[in-house]
């Protein structure tokens, strides 16, 4: 499964990580999040300070994935940088996150 890759992967920010990888790990963040929420929802606040652990603990495989699937397109990590444009940055981040995979480039062969 690309979520358990990516976790494997902890703080590998060299190579490249394919369309499928990045976002199918977004999508279980996602998942993880609202469910985590909803039961802090129902069980009590305290579940909150769980999801804040969980996010301290995935946030760099989050950021390493991320730059590898920029290596992936063709761009170095600093990309990630363009979140910081105010109003547009993360649209900006979605479309480069979301661009089709180069053959082969400075950062490897084409991920599987």
């Known amino acids: 499964m690309p979520y358990v890759e990516v976790l494997k992967k ?11 990888e ?3 790990f977004v999508l279980v963040q996602f998942i993880i999040a609202i469910a985590l929420n ?10 909150n300070a769980v999801y ?11 950021l390493a994935v991320m730059v590898r699937r920029l290596h992936d397109t063709g761009r170095n ?3 990630i940088l363009v ?3 105010p109003l547009v940055g993360w649209i900006i981040l979605i479309v ?12 490897g062969p084409r991920p599987a």
């Open 22 to 24: 990045f976002w199918l």
């Open 77 to 79: 990590g600093w990309h």
């Open 10 to 20: 902890y703080a590998v920010f060299d190579g490249r990580a394919n369309r499928s």
């Open 96 to 107: 480069l996150m979301a661009l089709g995979s180069d053959d082969s480039n400075e950062y």
């Open 52 to 62: 804040f652990l969980y996010f301290l603990s995935t946030f760099l495989p989050f």
């Open 83 to 85: 979140i910081l444009i």
């Open 38 to 47: 909803i039961l802090a929802l129902e069980v009590g606040p305290w579940l």
